[in-house]
């Protein structure tokens, strides 16, 4: 192996400066998202580091096992290539695209090189190609690894932007709830509006459920764990906006839901403010007073 | 770590939380680990004749995750299943502990041999 | 070992609870509060665990039984404080707080005292948790 990769070793070595030209030049072709100095920068930086590194790992390892040791300062590059790559939007395809475009060139020096050995360049070609190969799948996957944590964290995010709570009145807290409710998304807003809970001072909690299509035993579960916490902590929880097919459902489930419900939100505030010792007065008409 | 009077109960819900806070635990999930820990550490106590409780922070691809594994030689537990139902009703007994150790945990194992001892394996994973 | 203390305030008992304890301890403040009730003749107890990062069984067995004595000598015990993380866990658990009312700070946990005391109500008619 050491042997055979020699050749090809040798001739990128020799002629490395011209390769590196032809390589970048053809990348800059192919490059669909604009011409960005600093990322044209990054881009001819990131090719002379794998031209360096594909000699280096090649000569010192003796397998082009690329999961090897020997390899793991390429690994280190592609890494970060996908990871700059990925975090700049590039689809995997364009990304592996960085390993792949090298064969161009790469095979022309070749050509150019061995033309007069047929057998030789036929070899040299296919240990390249193979070895590009391996490299640029290496690529895909290191991308693949950065997209998941990517999407990952804007979940995160995207988890903790719908679950607000406002503060309605003094003392009277909120929750209105939209969309499907799943375990982890129920578990946040079941945090947060606890936690919200000691710092507004409130005794009393709204969770509307207008929003929510359907609850089953889980999402009832955990709504009777959420109210039973505040409970804990000193707050009451009402219930509001229970549609009549969800109150079917957890009559049909058997749930014994323990916390006081009303159809609105807004009979839900009046409860509440009532609780809290206010009143609500009509002032065009003095005389009656609101409830 | 040994786990032989209520101080060392102490010290295991103690070593417990800094392992879970070093795993990456959120504050809740620390909460249910460190309260399971001194369900069992209390049991190890006061049931098993004392014992010792070891700590593992594990790492499995991104998942990381706290294991303890508490010892005794104690008398152990004749009916593990009856343990682990007597609800709160039982007053003092074992069921309050065991039952909701095992409530708060992702992983929870005991294996338990009259006269020779117990050994309780519980795990929470993020 | 350590005492935890207790403060009056008229005729209230005041405990908070600062450190972790360990069951000696608990044992020790639930001997110690039954005791004091019946030489202040409070009318009411207010327990701070604003500061405990953990309420286990055993724990909350003693507030359960600090309630219960002290129902008996006719007071009304307020527990203060609980942290999300401990209330969130609780449940889990599945330990139920009997006849333990709860508010979320002192100053609530006082007006809700005094309120029962005023009111002469007896403190398992209201709000079970």
């Keep these: 192996m050491v042997e055979t990769q020699s050749v090809a070793l040798a001739l990128i070595g020799k002629h490395n400066d011209s390769l590196l030209a032809d390589w970048i030049g053809l990348q800059q072709q192919v490059e669909t998202r604009g011409v960005d100095p600093a990322r044209r920068t990054q881009m001819v930086e990131y090719s002379r580091q794998f031209l360096h590194e594909l000699r280096r790992s090649a000569e ?170 505040a409970r804990l902590m000193g707050a009451d929880c009402i219930l509001s906006g229970i549609r009549p097919q969800i109150a079917q459902t957890i009559v049909h489930l058997g749930l014994e839901l323990n916390v006081v419900s009303k159809a609105t939100m807004a009979d839900a505030l009046g409860l509440a403010l009532r609780r809290t010792g206010k009143a609500i007065v009509d002032r065009s008409r003095p005389a009656e007073q609101g409830s | 770590m040994p786990v032989r009077s209520s101080d060392d109960v102490v010290r295991a819900r103690q070593a417990v939380r800094k392992h879970a806070i070093a795993a990456g635990f959120s504050l809740v999930e620390q909460t249910k680990i460190v309260t399971a820990a001194s369900e069992i550490a209390r049991n190890t106590v006061d049931h098993g004749g004392g014992g010792t409780l070891r700590i593992e922070v594990l790492r499995e691809g991104p998942r990381r995750g706290v294991r303890l594994t508490f010892v005794d030689q104690g008398p152990g537990i004749a009916d593990i299943s009856q343990a682990l139902a007597d609800g709160y009703t039982s007053a003092g007994g074992m069921g309050l502990g065991l039952g909701g150790a095992r409530r708060l945990s992702n992983e929870f194992e005991i294996t338990s041999t009259p006269g020779r001892g117990t050994v309780v394996t519980l795990g929470r994973w993020i | 070992m350590g005492e935890i203390p207790i403060l009056r305030i008229a005729d209230c008992l005041l405990v908070s609870i600062q450190v972790d304890m360990h069951d000696q301890l608990a044992l020790a403040l639930q001997d110690d509060l039954t005791r004091r009730i019946v030489e202040d003749r409070a009318r009411g107890v207010l327990i701070d665990i604003s500061a405990l990062d953990l309420v286990d069984s055993f724990i909350g067995r003693m507030l359960n039984n600090i309630a219960a004595m002290s129902r008996v000598l006719d007071a009304v015990t307020v527990v203060v404080g609980m942290r999300p993380e401990v209330a969130i866990t609780l449940v889990e658990l599945g330990l139920a707080l009997t006849g333990v009312r709860t508010a979320l700070n002192v100053d609530k946990g006082l007006a809700l005292i005094r309120g029962a005391i005023d009111a002469n109500q007896r403190p398992d008619a209201r709000r079970k948790i």
Aim: hydrophobic residues 40%; charged residues 20%.
């Design chain 1, 60 to 229: 010192a390892g003796q397998s082009d096992d690329i999961t090897g040791p020997d390899w793991a300062p390429m690994r280190e590059l592609l890494d970060s290539v996908s990871q700059a790559r990925a975090t700049q939007g590039y689809s995997a395809g364009a990304t592996a695209t960085f390993v792949f475009s090298l064969k161009e060139p790469l095979f022309e020096l070749l050509r150019r090189e061995l033309g007069r050995n047929p057998d030789q360049l036929a070899e040299q070609t296919w240990n390249a190609t193979r070895l590009l190969d391996r490299l640029g799948l290496y690529t895909v996957e290191a991308y693949q690894t950065t997209r998941e944590a990517i999407i990952g964290r804007q979940q995160q995010e995207l988890l903790e932007l719908s679950t607000p709570v406002v503060e309605l009145w003094e003392g009277i807290l909120a929750l209105p709830l939209i969309g499907t409710l799943d375990s982890a998304r129920t578990q946040i807003v079941m945090e947060s509006l606890l936690q919200r809970i000691v710092t507004s001072g409130a005794e009393i909690a709204i969770i509307d459920i207008t929003g929510v299509p359907t609850v089953d035993t889980l999402v009832a579960q955990h709504l009777i764990k959420t109210v039973s916490a």
